[in-house]
């Protein structure tokens, strides 16, 4: 992909692929060697979009991937990726086949539902449309609350999938409810341990066993078992206000935030004072004011909740958004902005850096008072991608098309390439 990509309008997402692969870099250096880095790539890779991600993750020597339901996992693979792909939440039993076809990981944690699905496995088996074994990954509950066997019942559990044709036990793991309480975080880990140890004394053999996550992992407040999940912080985002252990603080200020969100205006003028800005209206100008109009909205991710509060910036200067954000535009008065008047030319970073100005994702979340995941994850798919590594931009995803070339590293060893209808 050569040049700059022609934009469907004129709001896109930035997603900077060297960071991303430097950010698994950063993080495969604190674990013990041959621990196996699985990023989780659910919610289309965190809002960055997950095709594109996936590629150049594996291209940099990903050992696995993670997703929340089995649609993402089917995407993943139509898109030709390889490397395996875990679904850590139950999925119908009448998809085993497909999982089986494609190659993909499911996980128990209910005991009714793994029965469901043992038998629609045997099922298959038997009819001879199974073909290859299902692998299972058993969630123990240790103090999440939400999911997984009971230690004293992951044996029978590991049991009935080991003697289940065409099932295969391929994982044990849990996930951490607070990281950075190490008691709790201990307890957890105990509990993980307690139930591997009641698998490893029956006549099962013992799986591989995964853990921590980005918090777990930067707290360092647990074992990293054989795997880890890296989410947020493979994103170049810090788990909010989670206390990092201190000898993990060069690497948690070394990780580099892979998304931007940029926006060119589609109107800038000038209105009287006294005249209202958007719906409500909710801001009306004091004073003769230039105001630019940008084309994104609440319905790319860009959160009513912004309105009157939020900024943006433009020529390295911070300037406010005013009046409601609306489905599909966001206001922001350029009045104060030195030089000549800001015009359509210009471009505004809502989120990133530009000249010595930066906003974070951390900042939105305060704003809004949440989380960084609900940002991230928020950017609608109509928002135009463009993703980028050394060489400049590689590839782009619009809403009717996905196309390029995801490179792994500035040394370009490793290249994946798609070009795919997103309709299909």
């Known amino acids: 992909m050569s040049g700059a990509p022609t934009l469907p309008r004129t709001a896109w997402l930035r997603i900077d692929l060297e960071r991303l692969v430097a950010n698994l870099a950063l993080l495969r250096a604190t674990l013990p060697p041959g621990t196996r880095?699985?990023?989780?790539?659910?919610?289309?890779?965190?809002?960055?979009?997950?095709?594109?991600?996936?590629?150049?993750?594996?291209?940099?020597?990903?050992?696995?991937?993670?997703?929340?339901?089995?649609?993402?996992?089917?995407?993943?693979?139509?898109?030709?990726?390889?490397?395996?792909?875990?679904?850590?939440y139950p999925v119908p039993p009448e998809v085993v086949v497909t999982a089986a076809r494609l190659g993909v990981a499911l996980v128990a944690g209910d005991a009714e539902l793994l029965t469901r699905t043992l038998g629609a496995v045997a099922g298959a088996r038997a009819a001879g449309t199974l073909p290859r074994a299902v692998r299972f990954h058993l969630e123990?509950?240790?103090?999440?609350?939400?999911?997984?066997?009971?230690?004293?019942?992951?044996?029978?559990?590991?049991?009935?999938?080991?003697?289940?044709?065409?099932?295969?036990?391929?994982?044990?793991?849990?996930?951490?409810?607070?990281?950075?309480?190490?008691?709790?975080?201990?307890?957890?880990?105990?509990?993980?341990?307690?139930?591997?140890?009641?698998?490893?004394?029956?006549?099962?053999?013992?799986?591989?066993?995964?853990?921590?996550?980005?918090?777990?992992?930067?707290?360092?407040?647990a074992p990293s078992f054989d795997s880890v999940r890296v989410g947020l912080a493979l994103y170049g985002l810090v788990p909010d206000g989670l206390r990092v252990d201190d000898g993990r603080l060069p690497v948690a200020r070394g990780l580099q935030p892979v998304l931007s969100l940029h926006a060119r205006p589609v109107r800038v003028t000038e209105l009287p004072a006294g005249t209202g800005i958007s719906y409500g209206p909710s801001f009306v100008t004091a004073r003769p004011s230039r105001i630019a109009t940008l084309p994104l909205g609440y319905a790319d991710g860009f959160s009513r909740a912004f309105s009157d509060r939020a900024e943006a910036l433009v020529r390295g200067c911070r300037v406010p958004v005013v009046g409601t954000v609306a489905m599909d535009a966001v206001m922001v008065d350029v009045t104060d902005v030195p030089g000549a008047p800001v015009g359509v030319d210009d471009e505004f970073v809502l989120i990133g850096q530009q000249g010595g100005e930066r906003i974070t994702v951390g900042d939105l979340a305060r704003q809004r008072t949440t989380i960084s995941w609900e940002v991230v994850t928020s950017m609608s798919r109509r928002l135009t991608r463009v993703y980028h590594a050394a060489a400049g931009a590689v590839g782009i995803r619009t809403l009717t098309e996905e196309r390029g070339e995801w490179r792994a590293s500035s040394s370009g060893t490793a290249t994946s390439a798609t070009s795919r209808s997103t309709r299909s």
């Open 37 to 88: 880095v699985e990023p989780v790539v659910k919610a289309d890779a965190y809002g960055h979009g997950a095709v594109a991600v996936a590629h150049a993750l594996a291209a940099a020597g990903a050992d696995g991937f993670c997703v929340a339901t089995f649609d993402e996992a089917v995407e993943l693979r139509r898109s030709g990726l390889r490397a395996p792909i875990l679904v850590l």
């Open 140 to 221: 123990v509950e240790t103090g999440l609350g939400r999911a997984g066997f009971q230690p004293p019942d992951v044996p029978a559990a590991a049991a009935a999938i080991a003697r289940t044709p065409g099932a295969r036990l391929a994982g044990l793991w849990s996930h951490l409810a607070a990281p950075d309480d190490r008691g709790l975080a201990a307890s957890q880990a105990d509990r993980l341990g307690d139930a591997a140890r009641l698998i490893d004394d029956s006549a099962v053999r013992l799986p591989p066993r995964h853990l921590l996550a980005s918090g777990g992992l930067l707290a360092a407040s």
